[in-house]
């Protein structure tokens, strides 16, 4: 498989994801040829989500469906990634965040990974048997990774990846508000948690869309950092949610060492537009 293969793959796995966040939240989307678009409409001035999935043949024209859309929902704040760097929306206001790799691990056995997890709570549709999956935490202790099957621990994995990403915008966390139980329910979205002696530790998300796997939101607790807790409960994500499908992601500069020793390799940069206000 190409490298562009790879990215088109993985863009398409990002847009699909936010379309299962904007139906279990309620929220409006928009799907034109090669973008995404969804109203996170939490507050009035809450940020607008924009995948670009495939090269802008016509930039002009794409910004100006943009400005067509960011007018009729009266955006304020938005956030559009363009793993493409085809598009300017410094007219916007926006700002370019800085640049990150958009990787891919293709399908394989997980070195170092951990037993098969236990589904936590009723099962929902997709739950694993078995063990919680066990290993030492750096610096003692016992660290565990389980999958979520039940709203009371999808609720501790949300709290996770508020406070632990951060996601300032959804600080102080609430219940429901950035991830709310439905999202459970979305077809090929799977959660994954991670404690230390019982004490919970990270978590991040997985969707997958028949393709490929796409990681998301992998996070650990700031007092539970530097005890291997990301690794772990990532190895797990992906030696037991689709191990036959290759899994994609965007990792940040702290990430993407760590990204690299499970096999992820990079498969071009991603510009990430922003914008927080009307003036930029």
């Known amino acids: 498989m190409n490298t562009d293969s790879r990215l088109e793959q993985a863009n398409g796995n990002a847009a699909a994801f936010w379309l299962a966040q904007a139906r279990a ?40 469906q943009l400005a067509d859309l960011m007018a009729a929902w009266e955006t304020v ?10 598009l300017d929306l410094s007219r916007f206001g926006a700002v370019r965040m800085p ?3 958009v990787m891919a691990r293709e399908p394989g056995p997980v070195e170092g990974a951990l037993a098969e997890p236990a589904a936590t709570g009723p099962p929902t ?8 999956a066990v290993s030492p935490a750096h610096g003692g202790g016992i660290l565990t990774v389980d999958e979520v099957s039940d709203g009371d621990t999808f609720a501790l994995v949300e709290r996770i990846i508020v406070d632990g990403v951060p996601l300032a ?17 979305q077809p ?24 490929v796997t796409g990681v998301y939101w992998v996070a650990t607790l700031p007092d539970q950092r530097g005890r291997g807790v990301a690794r772990a409960v990532l190895r797990t994500a992906l030696a037991h949610a ?5 899994a994609t992601l965007v990792a940040t500069s702290v990430g993407e060492p760590v990204y690299r020793k499970l096999g992820f390799t990079g498969q071009g940069p991603t510009c990430w537009w922003s914008r927080t206000s009307l003036g930029g």
Do not use: K, N
């Open 99 to 101: 640049i990150m790799p």
């Open 242 to 246: 689709h191990p036959d499908r290759p």
């Open 77 to 86: 704040r938005l956030t559009l990634e363009d793993p493409y760097q085809g």
């Open 169 to 185: 915008a959804r600080q102080p966390w609430t219940r429901g508000d950035a991830l709310p139980e439905e999202l459970l329910r």
């Open 125 to 132: 549709g997709s739950p694993s048997t078995g063990l919680p």
């Open 188 to 211: 090929g979205c799977r959660a994954w948690t991670a404690r230390v002696d019982g004490v919970p530790g990270g978590a991040c998300l997985t969707y997958d869309d028949g393709v």
């Open 25 to 64: 939240h309620g929220w409006q989307s928009h799907v034109r040829p090669g973008l995404t678009a969804v109203r996170c409409a939490r507050t009035p001035d809450d940020s607008q989500r924009f995948p670009v999935t495939r090269p802008c043949v016509e930039p002009t024209e794409v910004e100006e």
